[in-house]
């Protein structure tokens, strides 16, 4: 009887250290995969930051849209003027 427990000890000592060292390796290949994304969505952060509008670029267009607003102002005070 003894030799029999000591065979399930066994053969439950086996599969219980298969099952371990099966998720140690999952958890291992999620780790690479997790870096793997982080350092890709760094490249995308400095990709995105790279197309920003520059301020004289914001304000050139700021200025042509005020102009625009105020030669469209000017021609309805001329209109009601009439």
């Known amino acids: 009887m003894q030799e029999f427990y000591n065979w399930a000890l066994t053969c439950l000592s086996a599969l219980l250290g298969f099952l371990l060292h099966a998720v140690w390796e ?19 952060e400095v990709l995105v930051a790279g197309n920003y509008v520059t301020r004289q670029e914001f304000d050139r267009a700021i200025d042509k849209l005020f102009n625009k607003l105020d030669s469209i102002e000017t021609k309805l005070d001329k209109k009601a003027d009439r």
């Open 26 to 44: 999952a958890t291992k290949e999620l780790q690479r995969a997790d870096a793997e994304l982080a350092k890709r969505v760094g490249e995308i």
